[in-house]
């Protein structure tokens, strides 16, 4: 928590291990979690997986409530120095949603993606992923895209 994501990631380009397994477990429990990266967590379970994790203890992640990986995936998108989207870019993510058509929208925002580091770029794809996957189905975690973008989106 806390340090440059380039820093963390294998020279292979690779995500963390325990991120790539709390991505995992994400993917697998949270489309039947329901409100997850809505609803908080224990602030006693989170302080201590967070400082578990942070000392790269040995973790089951798997094992953990899908509810605290959200948070905790939250809290680590939220910690990441210069922000996953990469705070330099700001203006250029704005401009590109500012475009007339969808097309040229997403021409736009695919062009500002690729000017992200590696890492930034790897774990966008994957949150991403994760997002979609969550958002259709919607029916059981009641988390439709909109309700993600406003959980999700302020730590990014």
């Known amino acids: 928590f806390g340090q440059p994501l380039a820093a963390l990631c294998g020279e292979d380009n690779t995500l963390p291990r325990p991120i790539q397994e709390l991505l995992a477990v994400l993917h697998q429990q949270g489309p039947a979690t329901e409100g997850i990266f809505r609803r908080a967590a224990g602030g006693t379970e989170l302080r201590q997986l967070r400082e578990a994790l942070d000392r790269g203890k040995d973790i089951d992640v798997g094992s953990q409530p899908a509810l605290l990986l959200a948070v905790i995936l939250k809290d680590f998108l939220r910690s990441i120095p210069t922000k996953l989207l990469v705070v ?33 770029l790897l774990l966008l794809k994957r949150l991403m992923a994760l997002l979609q996957h969550i958002g259709h189905n919607a029916a059981t975690s009641r988390m439709s895209c909109s309700n993600l973008a406003i959980c999700v989106g302020p730590n990014l």
Request: proline content about 3%; charged content about 35%.
């Open 88 to 120: 330099d870019l700001y203006e250029e993510w704005m401009a590109a949603m500012e475009r007339a058509s969808k097309q040229a929208k997403v021409e736009e925002l695919k062009a500002v993606a690729n000017k992200l580091p590696a890492a930034n």
